[in-house]
């Protein structure tokens, strides 16, 4: 087995400056929802907004229309959310990116059928109907109705079948296209906003604002998920140099390429592979770099869990790979001089150069690495290499097989274990990453420790 050398001085990538600045902030991003927000609905109150005290009818109509461009207005944020924009990347991360367009996925889908259910009260009310003639009247006499209410049935279709995808931890691929029919549903609504929306007619400056939106959502889409990955590509000519067996179950893909100096990943991230081979084309996977990056190579590396990562030892040398990123929060340095990287099974990926880089910084280095079975420790001779050449790295593999005597996975990271095994945890910066449920127990057990959570930097190895 190959393993990577320490690379010297000269042969490190130079640092980025720090990533996280005003630009890249939460609070940016969320002064951009509320003013855009306030400008919608602005432009909803002086077109018709203003209306609805007149009757039952205007109210309906009032509360169907405003649910309906706030509902839409949430849905462009949807795919802002999952554009891959650096700004809100650095700002929330990946993972939380997720959370926030779960949660603002079902707040816009209330919405939207808030928007046909008052809609269709506020216009029966006026016209005298029953619900069903009016529903016959929308798509008889109403340009791009139809195809709204069939946006409308594809947007609760994808998000039941999203839920249920997840609960019932189907392929991720699953998941991902139903996602696509989301963007069908987006087009499909397009026309009827601007054919039937009552607050666009006569409104020119609120027809530009709109369109301006779609165009800045959609540009960003197409520029960063489709256009980047192809320009890094042109440029570093990514493809796999070797594969190599790590441990039982668990492979590191060795990447070559073009000015590999010039591409600027860190110790600490990830990035979305997607391997251009004739059975692999099709899917991109997020994968944490395994080794810090030399300027001459990249390495990832992969256990198998599913239907993609059990064939990746079959990658053939010279294929071609398309990279989306790197991303990722782990690029924080903290103030402490000291840190604990905590990592369980295959979540040593990002904290294994991490640690590396970190000890050649300076930083008194712990590790607490979490294994099945010494079977299962993956990284364990430059681990140890680590430990005896980088004087300040202490790493600790706590073991948890179940035959044997050794505590549970949950009783090696009690409050008071942790304690134990680390008496100094008040003074250090903790970086965690493993499966979701020790991740809950070890934030739980820090919290209880007293460590606040900015002491705290957590990896997911999750995006649903
Ligand atoms: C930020 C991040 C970093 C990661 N780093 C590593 C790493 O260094 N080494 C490693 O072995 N694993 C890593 N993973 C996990 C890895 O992406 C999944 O194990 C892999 O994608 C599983 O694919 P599969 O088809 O074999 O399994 P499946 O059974 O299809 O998927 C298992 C689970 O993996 C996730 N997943 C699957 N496909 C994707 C995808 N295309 N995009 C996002 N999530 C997906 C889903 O949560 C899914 O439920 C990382 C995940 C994330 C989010």
Not at 235 to 247: C, G, S, W
Request: aromatic share 12%; net charge positive.
């Amino acid at each position: 087995m190959q393993h990577l050398t320490a690379p010297s001085e000269t042969e490190l990538t130079p640092r980025r400056p720090p990533a996280y600045s005003a630009w890249s902030s939460p609070d940016l991003a969320y002064a951009v929802f509320a003013v855009n927000a306030v400008i919608v609905l602005g432009f909803w109150w002086f077109s018709t907004g203003f209306e609805i005290t007149r009757n039952a009818s205007d109210a309906f109509n009032g509360i169907g229309r405003v649910t309906g461009l706030l509902g839409t207005y949430f849905v462009l944020w949807q795919l802002l959310f999952m554009a891959r924009l650096p700004w809100l990347e650095r700002a929330f991360g990946l993972e939380r990116l997720a959370v926030l367009h779960k949660w603002n996925g079902y707040l816009a889908i209330g919405l939207l059928i808030g928007h046909g259910v008052f809609q269709t009260l506020g216009y029966q009310l006026g016209d005298g109907k029953d619900v069903a003639s009016q529903l016959g009247d929308f798509i008889a006499s109403y340009q791009g109705l139809l195809a709204a209410i069939v946006a409308l049935g594809l947007m609760i279709a994808v998000v039941v079948m999203s839920v249920t995808i997840a609960r019932r931890r189907l392929a991720y691929e699953t998941w991902y296209f139903v996602h696509l029919y989301a963007y069908l549903a987006v087009a499909l609504a397009f026309s009827h906003q601007l054919a039937t929306g009552v607050d666009f007619a006569g409104n020119p400056a609120f027809v530009w604002y709109w369109c301006g939106l779609y165009v800045l959502v959609g540009g960003s889409l197409l520029l960063y998920r489709v256009v980047g990955p192809l320009a890094t590509y042109s440029r570093h000519r990514f493809h796999v140099q070797a594969v190599e067996k790590e441990a039982r179950g668990v492979f590191s893909i060795y990447i070559t390429g073009r000015d590999l100096d010039q591409f600027e990943a860190e110790a600490g991230q990830f990035a979305i592979w997607r391997f251009l081979d004739r059975t692999r084309w099709w899917q991109a996977h997020p994968f944490s770099i395994s080794a810090v990056p030399n300027g001459r190579r990249l390495r990832i590396t992969v256990k198998n869990i599913g239907d993609f990562t059990s064939n990746i030892h079959t990658l053939k040398p010279g294929t071609p790979i398309l990279v989306d990123g790197p991303f990722g929060k782990f690029i924080e340095r903290p103030k402490n001089a000291k840190v604990l990287l905590i990592a369980g099974g295959i979540g040593i990926t990002p904290i294994r150069p991490l640690a590396e880089e970190m000890a050649t910084d300076g930083f008194d280095v712990r590790i607490l690495y979490r294994a099945h079975s010494e079977g299962d420790i993956v990284f364990k001779k430059e681990l140890d290499a680590l430990s005896t050449r980088e004087g300040s790295v202490r790493v600790d593999y706590l073991i948890t097989q179940a035959a044997s005597r050794r505590p549970s996975r949950e009783a090696w990271f009690t409050p008071a274990n942790l304690a134990r095994l680390v008496p100094d945890i008040f003074d250090r910066a903790v970086y965690v990453c493993g499966p979701i449920a020790m991740m809950a127990v070890v934030r739980t057990s820090l919290e209880a420790l007293g460590l606040s959570s900015d002491q705290i930097r957590t990896e997911v190895f999750r995006l649903q």
